[in-house]
């Protein structure tokens, strides 16, 4: 069965720096998804991405992150100067027009 | 901004019996969604309804959406160790728009 698929599974990075995390959604979905997970609450949307152009975002996501879709099958979340509270895990989902979200295994980022 | 409130957050049931986990919120969801996530991996879908009365099935799981689309309810019937996981529930407002998730309710059935 087709699935999302993230990489790297696990980031550790200094605090300031730039990270990149990468996504393949499945091949003919048409919206994609970014949420995070900070340990032990609940899971949080991010921002929504569809027609190469950002279609919904949270507060959350301010001027320090930014998404792009660089070719016919990745999809990035970057964060320009990470800070400590931005350890989290982040999830990656994408969808079909009016079909539910399917979701990748995550990418766990620890900032040091 | 929309809320979904679980409970129970924590459920430590025996092998065999019966459990239900509830996901309500004040606000109306155009579909509710209910995902299993197991550590270290990202939620898997169980689930959507998105008629209000809606019930269904899947094999010992029964999941049902409130009449006002305000609720929703899983029900495990004779639950099995292998049911142990987080369960979560997640609504959108509208069709298409942004997953809101509930805290999630820690399922663990003991042999």
């Known amino acids: 069965e087709p699935e999302v698929t993230q990489t790297p599974s696990h980031q550790v990075t200094q605090m300031g720096q730039e990270v990149i995390l990468r996504c393949v959604p499945i091949?003919?979905?048409?919206?994609f998804y970014w949420y995070r997970q900070i340990l032990g609450q609940k899971v949080e949307f991010l921002v929504s991405?569809?027609?190469?152009?950002?279609?919904?975002k949270s507060e959350i996501f301010d001027d320090q992150f930014s998404v792009e879709r660089p070719d016919g099958s990745n999809f990035t979340l970057k964060i320009r100067s990470t800070k400590l509270e931005d350890s989290a895990m982040y999830f990656c989902?994408?969808?079909?027009?009016?079909?539910?979200?399917?979701f990748g295994d995550g990418t766990r980022l620890s900032i040091l | 901004t929309q809320l979904l409130e679980q409970s129970p957050q924590f459920l430590s049931i025996q092998e065999g019996e019966n459990l239900t986990v509830y996901c309500n919120s004040s606000s109306v969801f155009s579909s509710l969604q209910w995902y299993r996530q197991e550590p270290g991996e990202g939620p898997v879908l169980l689930v959507t309804?998105?008629?209000?009365?809606e019930v269904k099935k899947l094999k010992r799981l029964t999941f049902q959406f409130g009449d006002a689309r305000k609720d929703s309810s899983l029900h495990i019937t004779a639950a099995q160790p292998g049911d142990t996981g987080l369960y979560l529930c997640?609504?959108?407002?509208?069709?298409?728009?942004?997953?809101?998730f509930g805290e999630g309710t820690q399922l663990t059935v003991n042999p």
């Open positions: 991405f569809y027609n190469n152009e950002i279609s919904e």
């Open positions: 989902a994408s969808r079909l027009t009016s079909q539910p979200q399917h």
């Open positions: 309804v998105v008629t209000g009365g």
């Open positions: 091949s003919n979905h048409l919206y």
């Open positions: 997640a609504g959108t407002e509208t069709s298409g728009s942004r997953l809101t």
